[in-house]
């Protein structure tokens, strides 16, 4: 197959940019701007000026009332998700992989900010979005040093961190060269980024289902001119790229900053050519670029805004998308699924309509039309109204108040009949807004009864916290491939009071990760009232040696569990977790006495026999000794014999040599 060339891969590009969901001006961007504008509670547009004009924020009410309980659910832990490893080799690392991923999720980034930002984005705009990815960072300084010998300056220019601005030699009267230097010191490090995207800068294909099939997805951002040409893009294609467009076609994103009136002034960017603000868009997309017939993952880069007004910064294959997402309500075979606004929007229509009718009909009642006679009464003392004031008739009957039928009573009961609707829709009940007076005021209110109540509202903020839980894995995922493709260097960090070095370069991205969400039966008190009878039954069967189920483990786990409900992450600071501790050292076991004393008897017995061994073996040396003191003494009285009789044969002299060894060896 041919290759996709650059005219090709630009047409593809742009259609792809306009054809999908969350360009400007379409259905999905009108809707998230409804949204937000609900949410603030902004004019709706139908006010009559001198009536109420009053807008009520139901969405608001019932966003925040769902987020602290799912913040608390994913939040409540040190240890948000944990790492399962594939393989048998994997095990050793995949407590290292857990604490280090959650390090840098909680440590290295706000974690707390990031997943605040990503649920109520769900919540309020159908996807919360997030992106994760290895950004590098440069740090530059000036330093300056003096009288520096020729050793010093030599470490100085084989630094490959420091560049020389200016050198001073200084020579003394003792003829020693020295140095005053003046240096600009470059550290170059990366660490892995996690930042939360607003859903206005996210492009998605028309035909993508869910992020996993997702064959295109767009992260359109504005940069100035200085941030591009710092990223190492080329200066003449950034100054040759039109100005951003965000401020005029951007309604979502001039929504949210126009609650504070921030506007920015488009003429202002031209002070500065340097600071001019260029829009650019981070294209991941599947294209078959070199002709294989295989379409690859690739990140495109481009600049400008427009049908084929496009052009390629950058081109580079990947492995993985960087973004991850969470969805609130989840609609099977769509991309996008529903948030808060679409099941309220029309309830808070219909209650800012109740309040409005409602504040009109008591200002009526409160300050009532009038009927005049003409000519009757004093136009003046009428319009001038103030508390005593007098008003001048000629007749009793020349001023009727003209009656306008009370609506306060109809207007509170259509008020709650509101509310209720509103608690069907959204799940999250009055109970759990603020604890209903009437309801706790009854008499036959018991606190199970209670427990019950809230038990039952709490099932659609968990069944929302389990769908959120998938967009959490895969940002976990995500943090994993990416240091175990950047990070090439070990890192120290400190975690549970200890230093430990961190070497990605040693794992493998094939792990499963499993979501540590605060999720159970029963609410706070209940889990706690469980976990505390859990730790009382481990405690009598520990006392009766553990029966085979209960270990120091178990019932630090217990005990963590417990911590953890009750607001502490970390147990550690209260108790020693088993699994680091160093084995201990086996203990002397006491023996029998009766042992004792038949072990100490076998031992004298062992003693005497070696010491009868020993004295033995004494007088045997002893005797051999003696044997060879007599044996020199008969060889000598031989030799003795044999040179004095000289008249002796040579034979009988062999002889007697052959007698005397004899004798030697016996």
């Excluded at 509310?419 to 018991?446: A, F, W, Y």
């Amino acid at each position: 197959m041919a290759k996709l060339n650059k005219s090709k891969l630009l047409s593809l590009i742009s259609q792809e940019i306009t054809n999908s969901l969350g360009f400007y001006s379409s259905d999905l961007a009108k809707q998230r701007e409804n949204a937000l504008k609900y949410y603030l509670g902004e004019p709706l547009g139908n006010e009559v000026e001198g009536r109420s004009s009053v807008v009520s924020q139901d969405l608001l009410e019932v966003v925040e009332s769902m987020l602290p309980s799912l913040m608390r659910m994913f939040t409540q832990s040190d240890k948000m998700v944990n790492f399962d490893p594939q393989q048998a080799e994997d095990v050793k690392y995949a407590e290292q992989i857990t604490d280090y991923c959650n390090f840098i999720f909680n440590k290295d980034n706000d974690g707390f900010s990031i997943l605040h930002s990503m649920f109520k984005t769900a919540l309020l705009q159908k996807n919360g979005f997030c992106k994760i990815y290895w950004k590098t960072t440069k740090e530059q300084k000036k330093e300056s040093y003096k009288h520096l010998d020729e050793t010093q300056y030599q470490a100085l220019l084989i630094d490959d961190e420091v560049e020389i601005i200016s050198t001073e030699l200084i020579e003394e009267e003792n003829l020693e060269l020295f140095y005053d230097v003046e240096v600009q010191r470059k550290k170059e490090y990366g660490r892995c980024q996690i930042d939360a995207v607003p859903p206005e800068e996210i492009l998605v294909s028309s035909r993508a289902k869910s992020l996993k099939d997702c064959d295109f997805i767009a992260h359109r951002v504005t940069k100035t001119v200085s941030e591009l040409i710092d990223m190492g893009f080329n200066k003449k294609d950034v100054e040759s790229l039109p100005s951003a467009e965000e401020e005029v076609f951007n309604t979502e994103a001039v929504v949210r900053r126009s609650y504070d009136d921030a506007t920015q002034d488009l003429e202002a960017q031209t002070i500065d050519p340097s600071m001019k603000v260029k829009q650019i868009t981070e294209c991941y997309m599947k294209a078959d670029v070199d002709g294989d017939g295989i379409a690859e993952l690739r990140k495109i880069i481009v600049g400008g805004s427009g049908y084929n007004n496009y052009i390629i910064l950058e081109n580079e294959e990947i492995n993985i998308l960087p973004f991850a997402m969470c969805v609130a309500i989840p609609m099977p075979f769509r991309f996008y699924g529903l948030s808060m606004y679409d099941l309220l929007a029309d309830v808070q229509n219909m209650s800012t309509a109740i309040m409005r009718q409602t504040l009109d009909n008591m200002y009526l009642q409160n300050n009532a039309r009038t009927m005049v006679v003409d000519g009757q009464a004093n136009l003046d003392d009428l319009l001038t109204n103030r508390v005593g004031g007098i008003v001048r008739v000629k007749s009793p009957s020349a001023v009727t108040p003209i009656q306008s039928p009370n609506f306060l009573n109809e207007g509170l009961a259509m008020m709650q009949k509101i509310d209720q609707l509103k608690e069907k829709r959204s799940g999250v009940p009055n109970q759990l807004m603020g604890l209903n007076p009437d309801t706790i005021n009854k008499s036959h209110t018991t606190a199970q009864s209670v427990n019950q109540m809230m038990n039952s509202s709490t099932q659609r903020i968990e069944l929302i916290a389990r769908s959120f839980a998938d967009g959490v894995k895969d940002i976990f995922k995500n943090i994993l491939a990416v240091i175990c493709e950047y990070q090439d260097q070990e890192r120290i960090v400190k975690l549970r009071g200890e230093f430990i070095p961190m070497n990605p370069r040693e794992w493998t991205d094939h792990y499963d990760c499993t979501v540590q969400v605060g999720l159970g039966t029963g609410n706070q008190d209940q889990r706690l009232q469980v976990l505390q009878q859990v730790l009382n039954v481990q405690e009598k069967m520990i006392g009766m040696g553990g029966m085979g189920m209960v270990t120091p483990q178990t019932i630090y786990n217990t005990i963590e569990a417990y911590l953890q409900n009750s607001g502490y992450k970390d147990a550690t600071q209260f108790f020693n977790n088993p699994a680091q501790q160093p084995p201990p050292q086996p203990k002397e076991q006491k023996q029998d006495p009766a042992l004792q004393i038949a072990q100490q008897d076998i031992e004298l017995r062992k003693q005497k026999a070696m010491a009868d061994m020993d004295f033995k073996n004494r007088k045997l040396e002893a005797d051999n000794q003696m044997k060879m003191q007599k044996l020199n003494l008969d060889e000598q009285k031989l030799a003795t014999q044999v040179v004095k009789e000289q008249n002796v044969s040579e034979l009988e002299k062999e002889k007697l040599a052959s007698k005397i060894l004899q004798q030697g060896m016996n």
